[in-house]
Each structure stands twice: as C-alpha cells, then as structure tokens.
C-alpha cells in the first residue's frame, strides 16, 4: 500500500475523478439506504407486527371461545331460570293482564270478585334490572275467610316469585264477622316488552 | 555494459497510467458494491415477499375466526347480564317476607275466647322487618288477662320464626258489654296490638295455611 500510494502521483483530474467516485458512492449508499433498503424493510417490520398482532388476536379468540362454551356451560341453570322469570311476564301492557290474572287466581281459590288497581310503577335503580319495571299494585279482596285467605296468599307466594306482599290489612265485615275483606299492597318485577 | 533500450517505454507508461485510473477503480469498486448491495436488496425482499405471505396467511385465518369470536363475546356479555340479573332477581326472591307462615301462626294463637277484628301488616322499607297492629277482643272472667295470653302466645309464636320480636299493647280497655261463653256471661276487653318483628335472619318458607277455621 505504501508503495502504491508514492507510486499513484495522481493529477488534478485524477484527484476530480476520484472525488466524484467518493460522492456518487456516498450518493448511492443514500439511495439505497433512503429509496431500496430502508422501505423495505419498514414494510417488513410493519407486517411482522401484524402477523403477531394478529396471531395474539387468533391465541386470545381461542381462549375467548372456550370460555364462552364453558360460560355457557355454567350459566344453563341461570339462563333456564332466567327464561322462566321472563315468562312470568307475557306480551303487552301489564295493566291489561295482571288484573285478569289475578282475578282467576283467586276466583280459583273461591275468593271472588277481586280487584286489582295499579297503583305506580317505577324503573329500577340496580343497574343489572335495567330492563324490569316495578309495578306497584292494590289487590281487594271484598270477601273472604281467614283459613282460605292463608292459602291464597301461601299459593300467590309461591307461584308468583316475582311478587312480593308489602302490605296486608284484614277488616272483619261488619255484617258477617266469619268473613273478612282484605286488601294486599304487592309489588311484582315485570319485563319491559 | 549493454545499451538497453526500452523503445516502448512510453506507451507501457500510458498502459500503466489507464490501468491505474483511479475514476475507472473507483467505478469498479461502486459497481462491486452496488452488485453486492443489489444482491442483499433482492435477499430483503425475498424474506419480505415470504412474510407477506404468511401475514396473508393469517389475515385469511384471522377473517374466518373473528365472527366467531364476535359473536362469542357477544354471548359471554349476553350470557353475563343474564346471570348477574337472575342473581339480582333471585336476591329479591329470597329477601321477601312470606305472610302466609305469619297468618298461620297467628290463627294458631288466637283461642276460644279471643277474636281478632283487624290486621294491618307492613313490610318496612330497606329491610329494617315488619310491623302488624293487631286489634280485637277477648273475653273472660278476667279479659285483660286473656288478651295478655294472646300477646305472650304470639310472642312465643313469633319468637320461633322471627328475630327481635316485640309485642306491645297499644290499647287494652274493658267494655261494658258482656258476651255469652258456654252459657256463662263474660266480660269483654278491646286490645290493640302492635308487632314488630325482623324476619332477615331466618329465612321463612311460604307454606299454604292449615285447613283449620280461625276465629275471627
């Protein structure tokens, strides 16, 4: 090398030359660098990105499936319990057909000419209950005995889980003290439809 | 000493000063490392063209399983409402009072000599139990002390189902009127009762009332 160099004894043309070689050499490694390589493999890394992106997204759908099917598993007795709540509350306004409802239950029972007002109803303040209403009701009972009256509320009680007595007042009839008129303050759970 | 000429001395100079052009090397030289860095670009995009490939790859496994992940979510959402609004509405279920039990046990308290012309009950708000007024009228050589017979009675009833219950009279006053027991005239005492009673602590259950006729 050393031999070399003494030896080049490179003109002023040569030296021009050589310049011009170092900057189109510097030139092209920014071309290629800028314009070739560094593109490339920007859409390189952008796609390795995706697929790992997109194979977390495939990975965690895969446990998000399993635990929707044992979700699913799990909340049998819930939605089988769930579906008998909502049947207790038919199509239509509940004005139209709870009274009649409760007019046979008791008629069933020998208590007749009953009566059901309702008296307000009101939305939830539980946010899982977003989609019941409260319905507030005044049931009279114009006649009645006291042991027939004990069953109709044990049978009301448990067929009407939805339902609940907030309040009771038995008046023995002046006429016939052997019979009572009652009035129920109940409140039921109802499906907005 | 032979005379050695070199006659083309010139022109092997010339050859050494073309063979020597440092343009010529320098393009030499550019054209081996553009060939080299050629050969690295088409290497990149070789790897570049397999990972596009397999990203299409997943894309295409990625559109067949997000519907069905979707939907999933959907129903675990769907499926968590339903269980979190069955457990508020079994939670109401099970916190009701049942006055079925109540009645039965009051109709078990009242005797012969006793009869009861009014119950006014109330669930009380948030829980904090149930109040009853009880009033009647009971009879007997010593009436007073029937209508307290009643209120112990009622508190032992009472008392087996349900926490802090208290009975106290609200009224207790003798009437003039006499009514006819077993052929023998008794005097006669109104009452009124009132109950209070917490039933959260045990939980009743709604059974139907006994067949048997009470006394009102």
Redesign the interface.
């Known amino acids: 090398m050393k031999n070399l160099i003494p030896?080049?004894n490179?003109s002023k043309d040569?030296?021009k030359?050589?310049a011009?070689?170092?900057m189109?050499?510097i030139v092209?490694l920014y071309v290629?660098f800028s314009f070739?390589?560094g593109p490339?493999?920007k859409?390189?890394q952008t796609?390795?990105a995706?697929?790992n992106d997109?194979?977390k997204?495939?990975a965690g759908?895969k446990n998000?499936?399993a635990?929707?099917?044992n979700?699913?598993k799990q909340?049998s007795a819930?939605?089988t319990?769930?579906a008998a709540?909502t049947n207790a509350s038919p199509e239509g306004a509940p004005i139209a057909w709870f009274p009649p409802r409760m007019k046979i239950f008791f008629s069933n029972l020998q208590i007749d000419k009953t009566t059901a007002r309702l008296e307000n109803s009101v939305a939830y303040k539980?946010a899982?209950?977003s989609?019941?209403m409260r319905y507030n009701w005044m049931l009279d009972l114009p006649q009645t005995?006291?042991?027939t009256?004990?069953?109709a509320?044990?049978?009301l009680?448990?067929t009407e889980?939805?339902l609940?007595?907030?309040?009771?007042?038995?008046?023995?009839t002046t006429e016939d003290?052997?019979f009572?008129q009652v009035a129920l303050t109940v409140s039921t759970?109802i499906l907005k439809r | 000493m032979a005379l050695h000429l070199n006659l083309l001395h010139e022109e092997i100079q010339e050859q050494r000063q073309r063979q020597?052009?440092?343009?010529k090397i320098?393009?030499m030289?550019?054209g081996g490392?553009?060939a080299l860095?050629f050969l690295?670009?088409m290497w990149?995009?070789y790897?570049?063209l397999g990972?596009?490939s397999?990203?299409s790859k997943?894309?295409q496994?990625?559109s067949t399983?997000?519907p069905?992940?979707t939907a999933?979510?959907k129903?675990?959402a769907e499926?968590?409402?339903?269980?979190?609004?069955?457990?508020?509405?079994?939670g109401?279920?099970e916190s009701?009072?049942?006055?079925?039990p109540f009645?039965?046990k009051l109709?078990r308290c009242v005797a012969l000599n006793a009869?009861?012309?009014?119950?006014?009950?109330?669930?009380l708000d948030d829980n904090r139990g149930v109040s009853v007024m009880i009033e009647g009228l009971a009879a007997g050589r010593e009436p007073r002390a029937a209508a307290e017979e009643l209120r112990q009675l009622l508190l032992e009833q009472l008392g087996q189902s349900y926490h802090e219950v208290k009975i106290e009279f609200k009224t207790l006053e003798d009437l003039d009127t006499l009514v006819k027991i077993g052929g023998a005239n008794m005097a006669m005492a109104r009452f009124s009762l009132n109950a209070t009673f917490n039933p959260s602590a045990v939980v009743a259950k709604?059974?139907?009332?006994?067949?048997?006729?009470?006394k009102?």
């Open positions: 030896n080049l490179l040569q030296i030359k050589l011009l070689s170092t189109g050499f092209l290629y070739f390589l490339l493999n859409s390189h796609m390795q995706s697929i997109l194979q997204k495939v759908s998000e499936m635990k929707a099917t979700l699913e909340a819930a939605t319990r769930y709540l539980e899982d209950l989609g019941w005995d006291f042991a009256l004990g069953k509320v044990a049978e009680e448990n889980p939805l609940s007595i907030n309040r009771i007042n038995i008046h023995a003290p052997q009572q759970a | 020597r052009d440092p343009l320098g393009m030289v550019l490392l553009g860095m690295y670009y990149n995009a790897q570049a990972v596009r397999q990203l997943v894309q496994t990625w399983v997000e069905k992940v999933a979510q129903r675990s499926l968590n409402g339903i269980i979190s609004t069955t457990k508020v509405l079994d109401m279920i009701r009072f049942f006055w079925a009645l039965e109709s009869q009861i012309t009014s119950v006014d009950g109330t669930v709604a059974t139907p009332a006994p067949a048997r006729s009470s009102k």
